[in-house]
């Protein structure tokens, strides 16, 4: 037992006076297809050893009930009468998995619910997806239901759009779902066929986060899916067969060019790039050719920084510092930009002197001390529930 999940069974006799059933979720981390997923696209992501966790037990009276360790907060309200009236609270994420389960038919009876992670919030590693997954989960599991990865990642996926009102790909919480232990995923966004594919055990995954985030107050995101949607649009209109980017060749991008904008231009081109490089990655991962693998990272973050417009000064750096690092097979950024975290693909055996020396040469250029994660590839939800329940 981890030690979350000894608290959260602790904190459910504590709060509710019953042993929960305990089932946990881990976060997430991009390794190489960055913004491809909302036009139907390529992504590999794999699921990270930080985990939400949820302790359920059931009520008669058709409530439900969530508490939340990390906020120190509790949510109730009568399932039956749920609506679609997101709260901007932390009790969305949970309350919008029960709606989304409702909309599915899938209405639950009462249940008490204790919920408490340790992925870091708000990083970039899918602490949403993770606790819409753990809690998607456990309910389901209390129902004596199991849905299949494609019915269960869409499903979370409805809460976050659609009860939370956050834009997001499938991409999160298929991995968080579905994830294996020693695999990376690469998932066809569009039809949702995936491939585990193996990460040799001589190299580790480090996630560094550059501990900044410009894009709250810029809404440079929402710029760039729009940019996106554009360019897709003018391909769409004139070439026949396109219906999605993910369709689209360069040559049908260049062929267009003097259609869209230079910013479509360009963020069209970085999604078109990225999707080949992903197929380049897996064919790398099935070689066990970790350096070809380091080098489409390299290029991943080349285009994420020059045609996407998405990186800052800050985790170019941190990228910049990773790449020249003994051990180190790529760096480039992962998540929705503008800050946020950098995954690097890392020899096992000189990750902890990597962390060390990334994190030295950060605070010294930049003056910001990076929080760093050794990891590898973990179980998604599915694959722990499926060997009793937790992490
Ligand atoms: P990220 O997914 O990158 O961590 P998001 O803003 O998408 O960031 O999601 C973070 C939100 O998910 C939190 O603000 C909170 O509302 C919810 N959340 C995540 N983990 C928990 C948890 N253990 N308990 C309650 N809410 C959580
Ligand atoms: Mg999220």
Redesign the pocket.
Do not use: K
């Given at each position: 037992m981890t030690a979350v999940e000894g608290r959260v069974r602790e904190a459910h006799r504590k709060r509710f006076e019953q042993e929960g059933k305990i089932y946990s979720a881990p976060a997430r981390v991009n390794l190489i297809g960055e913004h491809t997923d909302y036009t139907g696209g390529l992504v590999m992501p794999m699921a990270i050893g930080f985990h939400?966790v949820a302790a359920i037990s059931p009520r008669q009276d058709g409530r439900a009930i969530f508490s939340?360790a990390?906020?120190g907060e509790v949510r109730e309200f009568d399932i039956a009468s749920l609506d679609k009236q997101p709260t901007r609270h932390?009790s969305?994420?949970p309350a919008g998995v029960v709606w989304s389960l409702k909309q599915s038919a899938l209405t639950p009876a009462g249940f008490d619910m204790s919920?408490?992670?340790d992925?870091p919030?708000?990083?970039?590693?899918?602490?949403?997806?993770?606790?819409e997954v753990a809690v998607a989960v456990a309910i389901l599991s209390q129902m004596g239901r199991k849905l299949p990865l494609e019915e269960l990642a869409p499903l979370c996926r409805r809460a976050e759009n659609e009860y939370v009102g956050?834009k997001s790909g499938i991409m999160d919480q298929f991995i968080v779902a579905g994830g294996v232990e020693h695999r990376a995923m690469m998932l066809d966004c569009r039809s949702l066929e995936y491939d585990l594919l193996p990460l040799p055990e001589e190299v580790c995954i480090v996630i560094a986060n550059s501990m900044v985030r410009h894009s709250v107050a810029t809404g440079d995101y929402g710029n760039r899916r729009d940019e996106v949607e554009a360019g897709q649009a003018v391909l769409r209109r004139e070439k026949p067969g396109i219906e999605l980017l993910r369709d689209a060749t360069l040559a049908d991008l260049v062929a267009c060019r003097d259609k869209m904008s230079p910013e479509s231009f360009a963020r069209c081109k970085h999604i078109i790039t990225e999707n080949a490089r992903v197929l380049a990655a897996r064919e790398a991962l099935l070689a066990s050719d970790m350096k070809r693998f380091g080098e489409l990272m390299v290029e991943a973050h080349a285009s994420m920084r020059d045609d996407f417009a998405a990186s800052c000064a800050e985790v170019d750096m941190l990228v910049e510092i990773a790449n020249r690092q003994q051990g180190c097979f790529g760096a480039r950024i992962t998540g929705g930009g503008f800050g946020g975290c950098t995954v690097n693909v890392v020899k096992a055996e000189l990750a902890d002197a990597f962390v060390e020396q990334v994190k030295q040469e950060y605070e010294r250029a930049v003056g910001i001390k990076a929080d760093c994660f050794i990891s590898s590839p973990s179980d998604g939800a599915l694959a722990l529930a499926a060997k009793g329940g937790a992490a």
């Open positions: 939400t939340s990390n906020y932390w969305d994420y919920l408490e992670g992925v919030l708000g990083a970039g590693l899918s602490s949403s997806a993770s606790v956050a």
